[in-house]
């Protein structure tokens, strides 16, 4: 399967996406054997409000994409739909015209498993689509909250689409997304006050949300507190588009491939992958870690120790410390049977 997926096969690729969606656990061996190979693709993430116009932006920018011979494979991530409902599909449509070209791939998912599995889900889903060979994987998410951001932040570059009518009043930008984005692109600027946007834009990241940007990327680090001066000297351009129409397209194009040509230039490119491992990393080893202490607690036995800390037997710090000792032991032991 390995060598069909690496050969372009998309019946083998496609049936990898849906057992990483299931989670199945055979996933986890084809993506062990698939890491090698990845590490190639630029990784885009397409965030911002609902009806934007990211899914129009983004078939817009493949069709692009595919006119100067680069391959696409395309994540539309929706967390606000439990199954496959009418915002995707209305995707599918659109991109309708995308389809049998073997140089794009379109892949859409919904919730599964909460947010955070979402986030995991969607990273090895563009794990695979890497491997694969794809030069560009666009993950389109909703921009609403935390989580959505953390999907975002999947990728080497972020992509924040905003609209026109927010006027002067920089308080209307969520402050949060735009820390995140490199490349802000104000679309349907076929609408009145687009140039007002651009402005508001402007001036809230010359006031420095750059500094906070920095903050924010620098904030997931364990491990190297004296590398955190990435990213300072990036200015997120700010485009104006329509992408109904197939406007300014290339201008974004153009954006994503100097915030490309910057991180490669002056290692941040590895330092952004550095720090993502750092986090997928923490998070693996404490979902693993949680997995192993509530393996060798019986419920019976948290249950008991719940009616004590309840009946003020006890505290709720030394009962976790107890339980916390007695299960590292328990863990050494079975260990050391083995
Ligand atoms: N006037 C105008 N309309 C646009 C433009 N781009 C997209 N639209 C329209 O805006 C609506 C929403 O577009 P989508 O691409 O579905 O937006 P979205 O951000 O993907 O929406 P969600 O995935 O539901 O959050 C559609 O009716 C588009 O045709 C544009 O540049 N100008
Ligand atoms: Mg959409």
New binding site residues.
């Given amino acids: 399967m390995l060598a069909r997926l690496l050969n372009g096969d998309r019946r083998a690729l496609a049936r990898l996406l849906t057992r990483i969606e299931n989670q199945d656990t055979d996933a986890v061996a084809m993506l062990t054997a698939l890491y090698a190979y990845t590490g190639r693709a630029h990784l885009i993430g397409v965030t911002?409000?609902?009806?934007?116009?990211?899914?129009?932006?983004v078939s817009a920018l493949t069709r692009a994409l595919r006119e100067r011979g680069r391959t696409v494979a395309l994540l539309a991530v929706?967390p606000s739909s439990p199954f496959t409902g009418g915002?995707v599909l209305?995707?599918r449509v659109r991109m309708r015209d995308l389809a049998g070209d073997s140089g794009v791939f379109i892949r859409s998912m919904a919730s599964r498993g909460g947010l955070g599995g979402l986030a995991r889900t969607t990273r090895d889903m563009a794990r695979a689509l890497d491997a694969a060979g794809f030069d560009f994987v666009l993950i389109?998410t909703?921009g609403a909250g935390q989580s959505e951001i953390e999907i975002a932040r999947l990728a080497q570059t972020v992509l924040v689409?905003e609209v026109p009518g927010l006027g002067d009043d920089v308080q209307a930008i969520k402050a949060g997304i735009l820390e995140i984005a490199d490349v802000l692109v104000v679309?349907?600027?076929?609408?009145p006050g687009a140039e007002n946007t651009v402005r508001a834009l402007r001036t809230m990241l010359e006031l420095g949300h750059a500094a906070a940007r920095e903050r924010l990327r620098a904030d997931f680090t364990v491990e190297d507190r004296v590398e955190n001066t990435v990213l300072s000297d990036w200015m997120p351009p700010i485009v104006q588009?329509?992408?109904?129409?197939g406007r300014g397209i290339g201008a974004v194009i153009e954006a994503l491939d100097a915030h490309r040509a910057y991180l490669r230039s002056n290692g941040h490119w590895e330092q952004i992958e550095r720090r993502q491992l750092e986090l997928e990393l923490l998070h693996r080893l404490r979902d693993g870690l949680l997995e192993r202490l509530l393996d060798q607690l019986s419920m019976g036995e948290i249950g008991a120790v719940i009616d004590q800390v309840q009946s003020r037997a006890i505290d709720p710090y030394t009962a976790v410390s107890r339980m916390l000792a007695e299960t590292t032991m328990m863990i050494d032991q079975s260990h050391s049977e083995r």
């Fill in positions: 911002g409000a609902p009806g934007t116009g990211k899914s129009t932006l929706d915002a209305g995707d389109e909703v689409v679309n349907k600027a076929d609408r588009t329509v992408a109904s129409e």
